[in-house]
């Protein structure tokens, strides 16, 4: 085994969809397939694969330039500009919107694309599974992450297969104060919890495997509203997870799936609701402009090619989940404009709560407040003596 390292980089963006923000034109599809197609004839890249899932164009690549490489992000960038181009000429809705800046400047993180990049020496055989979630944030996949890497009752694992026996460790990034700390499972579950139970806030970025600290999974980790300071779109996450032999299996990979959990992001980016694993013909959001979403497909690494896709939520046995979640997304749509199907203010990407308190503030008034008077004597248990006034 060669020990030249392959890297494999999921870079995603919405430039612009067709009908709303329910899903990607196939033009906008075919203009960064070009892009990528040309960029391989040359050599910077080994392979790709271009999808989406939902509004979100996504492109997944592998290379031997390691993670953060600028020119593997000036591509993605160019490609993202040439479908964004394609869908102005085709009047798309709203065409170019996560291009937050006009020109590149090394690293389209902080620009408006999500990235998941991870590098390593490939195994002799190397199964990895690319999650691309729509209408959703990063912080949605901390719970799957959280019963893939330390839950035992998801991952037998954990418990039978001595090669991760030993545990995994968490990477947690703090969105809000841009920093991260480095949490051991199971030793330090409780804290994990602690920390990514507010998935708007702390986010599992990359987790490693203990003995030998390779990595096991990366989760793009942008949200959009931060960097722009106001909203300009979802930052719907991708995800990259290593498979088999030495991680977990496919099937304790895509486990945590089978229940779809509640998740923000939903309408406006404005509230929750079931995260449903979903086949790629079914990876576009069009109730409520949802419900969030995702998909998962699954490759070989094979000296840089990709092998595959499999597209892995594409199978009945995922069809109670999506039943399931249809039964949750009707439970919450019935609370309307209601919390907690709505998110809370803080987090609402729409809101018109203080353009409504600005216009009422003259129309509040204050009930008169009548005067209680204390009871005037009582005569404490403790000391025997009266008090009160
Ligand atoms: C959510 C999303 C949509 C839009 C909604 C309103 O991520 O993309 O739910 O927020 O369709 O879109 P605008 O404000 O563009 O009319
Ligand atoms: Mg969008
Ligand atoms: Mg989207």
């Not at 989406?52 to 492109?59: T, Y």
């Not at 999500?114 to 209408?135: L, Y």
């Amino acid at each position: 085994m060669s020990q030249e390292k392959t890297t494999i980089s999921v870079i995603k963006a919405d430039i612009g969809s067709l009908a709303g923000h329910h899903i990607v034109h196939p033009e906008t599809l075919a203009a960064a397939t070009k892009v990528l197609a040309e960029a391989k004839f040359k050599g910077l890249i080994i392979d790709f694969y271009v999808t989406n899932v939902g509004d979100d164009l996504q492109l997944i690549m592998t290379h031997k330039r390691g993670v953060d490489a600028p020119e593997i992000h000036e591509l993605a960038w160019n490609a993202f500009k040439e479908a964004a181009n394609v869908a102005k000429d085709l009047g798309l809705y709203a065409a170019g919107q996560d291009l937050l800046s006009e020109a590149f400047s090394g690293n389209v993180r902080g620009l408006g694309p999500g990235v998941a990049e991870m590098e390593f020496v490939e195994r002799p055989s190397e199964p990895v599974v690319v999650f691309m979630a729509d209408k959703t944030e990063p912080g949605a996949f901390n719970l799957p992450m959280y019963r893939i890497f330390a839950d035992p009752f998801n991952t037998a694992g954990l418990v039978i297969d001595p090669k991760i026996h030993e545990g995994f460790k968490f990477e947690i990034f703090d969105v809000f104060e841009n920093k991260a700390v480095l949490l051991s499972a199971p030793e330090e579950s409780y804290d994990i919890l602690a920390l990514i139970g507010t998935p708007g806030r702390f986010i599992v970025r990359r987790v490693y495997r203990k003995p030998d600290n390779e990595i096991a999974a990366v989760v793009s980790v942008e949200r959009l509203s931060l960097m722009a300071g106001r909203y300009v779109g979802k930052d719907d996450p991708v995800a990259v997870v290593r498979a088999q032999s030495g991680f977990p299996a496919v099937g304790e990979v895509l486990e945590p799936f089978a229940f779809p959990h509640l998740v923000a992001g939903w309408m406006r980016g404005s509230h929750h609701g079931p995260l449903m694993p979903v086949s790629q013909r079914h990876a576009k959001c069009t109730r409520f402009d949802g419900p969030p979403r995702v998909l998962a497909l699954g490759f070989q690494v094979k000296n840089g090619k990709l092998v595959g896709p499999a597209d892995l939520f594409d199978d009945v046995a995922f069809d109670e989940s999506r039943r399931i979640a249809q039964q949750i997304a009707d439970y919450m749509r019935r609370h309307g404009p209601f919390m907690p199907h709505r998110l809370g203010p803080e987090e609402m990407e729409y809101t018109t709560l203080p353009s409504v308190l600005e216009k009422l503030k003259g129309r509040f008034f204050v009930e008169k407040v009548y005067e209680v008077k204390k009871p005037k004597v009582t005569t404490s248990l403790l000391s025997g003596k009266e008090e009160g006034d």
